[in-house]
């Protein structure tokens, strides 16, 4: 039997999900450092298209039989995409892969790049599940963020949405805005819940390197304690309209949650298809291995017309591992099992006995039965600190 601090070397094939990166948008906002594109008159959508494809044979043998629990089409904006051409991806998608009873197929969509009457095609090719990027209800504010939507066009994708038949909606805001303050950041939480959605991602803005913003931060700004203020008030109330957060920023109500990004932060696997996309795959013998698809869609669409090879996954050090779990599991309120633990990693939690116990006396962790940690509200709050405790 193995010591307390020993390998367990035991690491059972998690859940298995897909990411489809469609990298282009009208334009690049700036406070965005996603791997997006301008999009220009007219990108190359069918040779992209074409590439996935290809890009979908290849990751295919690492799918070991799982069939995908979940795919999440994400940008960019791939909303500029019709819904023939997602059909046709999603199509292969389920040729090559194969989708699991009930699979979540989520979309990203931007009001103002969705046209009257497109969400029923995008439900008929197989999206279940849809992401509108809101940003905020206030016109001023959407103007600073530099989207080309406004508050009308957040109310008509939703209303277009629910009328093709979209159950699952998900809308993205967020908070700390320049020149906001709590009252017009619950405004804006105000008009998401008037339009009956069940799930919200509520983030704060934070300056990305290589981003406009972060070369050029906009004057007023929230400071940290008023941001604080902002977060608490927003926090309060979508708990009083019955929403639960289950993660650091990801909030469902009626047990609304989104599969995919659960399997993330679980450490499940999940293969990547399109340009600068990430995957994680666990082998059948327990390895663990990352990779990423070259970042410009230029040279990502010549990587599959070449034949040239793409770089080879890399394989995850065993202390990586452990430092990656703990980086995705601590976002969770619902935090990790020692079996969790050491099943997604093949280590013992003795290994962390020392970091676990720091971070209780920190407070950022609390210890429960089982044995299981979740995060304290202090933890969430200084997630950095507590993450940075488990780095190798």
Same mark, same amino acid.
């Given at each position: %039997? ?7 070397? %035991? ?5 298995? !999900?897909?990411? =489809? ?32 494809? /290809? ?41 090559? %892969? ?39 209800? @206030?016109?001023? %504010? ?9 508050? *009308? ?11 093709? &038949?979209?159950?699952?909606? @998900? ?22 819940? /008037? ?23 906009? /004057? ?18 979508? *708990?009083?309209? &019955? ?73 995850? *050090? ?9 980086? #995705?599991?601590?976002?969770? $309120?619902?935090?990790? !099992?020692?079996?969790? +633990?050491?099943? !997604? ?6 290994? $962390? ?10 407070? =950022? ?13 202090? &933890?969430?709050?200084?997630? #950095?600190?507590?993450?940075?405790? +488990?780095?190798?």
């Amino acid at each position: %039997m193995a010591g307390l601090d020993e390998p367990t070397g %035991m690491i059972i094939q998690p859940p298995l !999900s897909l990411y =489809l990166h469609l990298p282009w948008c009208v334009q690049k906002c700036p406070y965005c450092d996603f791997n997006s594109h301008k999009a220009g008159k007219e990108p190359p959508r069918s040779r992209y298209v074409a590439a996935l494809i /290809a890009d979908l044979e290849r990751e295919a043998k690492h799918t070991d039989g799982r069939k995908l629990v979940s795919v999440f089409l994400g940008g960019g904006t791939p909303s500029l995409f019709t819904p023939a051409e997602i059909g046709e991806i999603l199509g292969a998608v389920d040729r090559l %892969m194969g989708l699991a009873d009930n699979a979540e197929v989520t979309m990203e969509a931007n009001p103002g790049t969705v046209e009257h009457g497109s969400f029923a095609g995008y439900r008929s090719a197989g999206v279940n599940r849809v992401s509108i990027g809101a940003q905020s209800f @206030n016109a001023g %504010m959407l103007q600073r963020l530099g989207r080309i939507h406004g508050p *009308a066009e957040i109310i008509a994708a939703h209303k277009d949405a629910r009328d093709a &038949g979209f159950e699952r909606i @998900n809308l993205d805001l967020m908070f700390a805005l320049p020149g906001q303050d709590p009252a017009l950041a619950v405004q804006d939480l105000e008009q998401a819940l /008037a339009l009956e959605t069940t799930h919200l991602s509520y983030y704060q803005l934070t300056l990305e390197p290589n981003t406009v913003f972060h070369s050029r931060p906009p /004057a007023d700004l929230p400071d940290d304690e008023l941001a604080w203020d902002i977060q608490l008030a927003g926090h309060e109330r979508l *708990a009083s309209a &019955g929403f639960e957060r289950y993660e650091i920023s990801a909030f469902g109500k009626g047990g609304d949650r989104s599969v995919h990004n659960l399997n993330y932060w679980r450490f499940g696997d999940y293969l990547a298809v399109g340009a600068g996309a990430h995957g994680k795959f666990t082998t059948a013998d327990g390895a663990i291995y990352r990779y990423e698809k070259p970042r410009h869609p230029m040279s990502y669409m010549e990587a599959f017309s070449s034949g040239r090879s793409l770089p080879a996954a890399a394989r995850v *050090a065993s202390e990586d591992a452990g430092f990656e779990f703990m980086l #995705n599991a601590s976002r969770l $309120l619902e935090g990790f !099992s020692q079996e969790g +633990f050491e099943v !997604s990693t093949g280590l013992s939690i003795g290994q $962390l006995r020392s970091r676990l116990a720091l971070a209780e006396e920190r407070g =950022l962790l609390e210890l429960l039965p089982g044995p299981r940690w979740r995060p304290t509200e202090l &933890g969430l709050r200084f997630l #950095n600190d507590l993450q940075g405790l +488990f780095l190798p």
